[in-house]
């Protein structure tokens, strides 16, 4: 096992890594929208924090040699589940078809730092993907 853990995280003393790689698969800790360095969500809703937690999730991967390409699952996890579809939107600027990640989504009754949205994704990292 690999553990990796974002040095703005390792400085705000979270207690998990921001991801665990076994074998070929990475498992990426849920992300919020926090500006990076920083325990404070971006502003402006469900589509900036969509946006910001996906680039937080892209750094993520980045570390671990990879891209949007290598996740194969998400869990999603919103406050509102009136909100999906522009969570969607957004999402769908970083995964590109045909080939979508298999994915759960459900409401929350209570976010870390008062999110709107959270994500969990899972990502390939064999030669073959």
């Not at 522009?86 to 970083?94: G, R």
Request: proline share 4%; hydrophobic share 45%.
């Amino acid at each position: 096992m690999e553990f990796y853990t974002a040095p703005d995280a390792k400085a705000a003393g979270l207690p998990f890594s921001s991801s665990v790689r076994v074998g070929d698969v990475v498992y990426l800790s849920g992300c919020l929208g926090n500006v990076p360095g920083k325990m404070e969500l971006v502003r402006g809703g469900m589509e900036a924090e969509t946006r910001q937690t996906m680039e937080n999730i892209g750094a993520v991967l980045k570390a671990n040699g990879l891209g949007f390409d290598a996740v194969f699952k998400c869990t999603v996890m919103l406050a509102d589940m009136k909100q999906w579809g522009d969570f969607n939107k957004v999402y769908l600027e970083y995964f590109k078809g045909p080939n979508l990640p298999t994915r759960s989504a459900f409401g929350a009754n209570g976010l870390a730092l008062g999110a709107v949205v959270e994500l969990e994704c899972w990502a390939h990292a064999g030669k073959n993907r």
